[in-house]
């Protein structure tokens, strides 16, 4: 069971703690994959961190708890975490909560909804209750957002496609950003080309935020056959039958004046 209640000693301390099962046992102290531990740290991090206008977070020091792998800070002092927290403890809207710790609980309530048993616990002195974060709570900013459904055409070079048990395509965009998509196990297996690392054009469907033009949840329609390449030949012959159409015009561009009336 996830502990991560606050004694009375404890009283200006901050603990984040994480419970996740998804590799076949509970994560600890005693036992968590590096790379959950890596990430999960940098969140802690950027989450008490927020704005960064008011912490030091080179004074910021933490310790490793059970419960199920609780990160626990002591002398905390922020202004503006204070006020995050309390407004998490209120509400579900994320738009009352600084943006840097509001991407963070969204970043958490994703992997919740998408990952069975994953849930964050956020104890605090400056609330009567944890904060929880799981597949049951739903974490989202209350003001009408502006997201419709959108087909794109993206180039990329495939980094990994298919998987255990969900079936993505790890793509690795012209601009190095990169971006999963999901895909359907059948699309891949009738595709004849091995297309890992190489680059590939794709039609996804996905959906976009008007606002701030970002796309999410995208979703592989199908590979797009696109190798555009130079035939010589086809120029030269293109290039012969468009000076043989305008040998009689002595100024092409005084004849397109004329016929459009430009006297």
């Not at 996804?204 to 590979?223: C, H, M, Y």
Request: proline share 4%; charged share 30%; glycine share 6%.
């Amino acid at each position: 069971m996830l502990q991560a209640k606050i004694s009375p000693m404890e009283a200006d301390t901050v603990t984040i703690a994480f419970r996740d099962k998804s590799r076949g046992y509970e994560i600890s102290p005693d036992r968590v994959p590096l790379t959950f531990l890596t990430a999960v740290s940098k969140d802690v991090q950027d989450f008490i961190k927020g704005p960064g206008k008011d912490i030091d977070m080179a004074e910021v020091e933490v310790c490793i708890r059970h419960g199920s792998l609780a990160i626990q800070s002591g002398h905390v002092v922020s202004a503006s975490l204070v006020a995050d927290i309390q407004a998490l403890s209120r509400s579900t809207d994320l738009a009352k909560v600084s943006k840097r710790r509001r991407e963070i609980v969204r970043k958490w309530q994703e992997r919740a909804h998408r990952v069975k048993g994953f849930v964050v616990r956020i104890a605090t002195p400056w609330t009567g209750n944890d904060i929880l974060v799981s597949g049951e709570t739903n974490y989202r900013e209350a003001r009408s957002s502006r997201v419709v459904t959108v087909e794109r055409y993206i180039k990329g070079e495939i980094l990994d496609l298919g998987g255990v048990t969900d079936s993505n395509a790890h793509i690795k965009l012209p601009d190095g950003q990169k971006l999963t998509i999901k895909t359907d196990r059948e699309l891949i297996r009738s595709e004849p080309r091995n297309l890992v690392y190489r680059e590939v054009h794709l039609r996804i469907r996905a959906k976009l935020d008007l606002d701030t033009q970002k796309l999410s949840d995208p979703e592989l329609i199908s590979f797009v056959d696109y190798e555009p390449k130079f035939d010589p030949n086809r120029f030269a012959e293109a290039v012969r039958k468009g000076r043989e159409a305008w040998r009689d015009v002595g100024d092409p561009a005084e004849w397109v004046r004329s016929i459009r009336g430009e006297n």
